[in-house]
């Protein structure tokens, strides 16, 4: 009963989105306990704690480590959803700076470094986003650089990570800049 409505819930999310989860339906048929406890992990991500701009910039950042298309497209997707300029979207995925804004470069300067391991760049950028958006801000911003890489993580160790894809943010094609993560 409960692989049916989460099969559902599969179907639903393809529909509206586009995008193929068949790694989903790999993990779910393998363990329902297990499917439905990785789902939840995206809820963890306080999403008024931040905002919508920061957010997308620390996901994307830790979408493209993992991946290089699909899962960057629907991170796009949800960022759009989420009421990010597409300008601003397009800035963060080309990795240009200028074009972000200071929310999000603020995001993607902290997201790069901690995965960079560059403290020294690192601490400085965290004491800014705790005086922004405080403590819940920060914790935001690490769950969203964290769960966005869960999903291309868990999608390629399943065998289904074998394409890469052109990103489009509203309408229009965006280039993706694969920069190494040293700050």
Known sequence: MLK??????????????GYDASYMRALLRASTGSFFK?????????????????????????????DCGPCVQISA?????????PDVLRAILAGDE??????????????????????????PLRDEIVRRWGEAGLA???LQLTTARMYPTLKYALGYGKACSKVVVAGVAAPVAHPPLAA
Not at 7 to 13: E, I, K, S, V
Not at 77 to 85: E, Q, T
Not at 114 to 122: C, N, V, Y
């Open 4 to 17: 049916a409505i989460l099969l559902r819930g599969l179907d639903r999310f393809e529909q509206s989105s």
């Open 38 to 66: 990785f789902s939840l992990a995206t809820g963890m991500v306080d999403r008024k704690a931040a905002p919508a701009e920061a957010l997308a910039a620390a996901g994307i950042v830790g979408t493209l480590a993992e």
């Open 77 to 85: 997707d949800l960022a759009v959803a989420a009421g990010v300029i």
């Open 98 to 123: 200028a074009g972000m804004g200071e929310t999000a470069v603020l995001a993607w300067r902290f997201a790069r470094a901690s995965l960079a391991r560059d403290m020294e760049a690192a601490d």
């Open 140 to 142: 935001a911003l690490a």
